[in-house]
């Protein structure tokens, strides 16, 4: 059975920092990356990197937030630095094989 299992998420300070992690079981993944959801918003991509390395991040955390995986732990990794309220959304890990798998989530709050 596929698992990914997001961990880290919390509250943070405007300026602040939060390491997302994310736990994949069950398969080998190509692409693993990380969407998110504010409230009364469609999910968006965040940042996606493949299992060569290549990233691609959404415009809006390019240059504050950066993704890393280690495919022997199957593990995808987001960094996230100067954190903005505008980041406050629930994180989803995913990870693709033939098919897209999501985790449940971890909650991201930025606020003063």
């Known amino acids: 059975q596929v698992q990914l299992v997001e961990s880290g998420g919390g509250s943070a300070q405007p300026g602040g920092s939060l390491r997302l992690s994310c736990a994949g079981s069950g398969s080998i993944f190509s692409n693993m990356g990380w969407y998110r959801q504010a409230p009364g918003k469609q999910r968006e991509m965040v940042a996606v990197?493949?299992?060569?390395?290549?990233?691609n991040y959404a415009d809006s955390v390019k240059g504050r937030f950066t993704i890393s995986r280690d495919n022997a732990k199957n593990m995808v990794y987001l960094q996230m630095n100067s954190l903005i309220p505008g980041d406050t959304a629930v994180y989803y890990c995913?990870?693709?094989?033939?098919?897209?798998?999501w985790g449940q989530g971890t909650q991201v709050t930025v606020s003063s």
């Open positions: 990197i493949r299992r060569d390395g290549g990233t």
């Open positions: 995913f990870g693709l094989t033939t098919l897209l798998h």
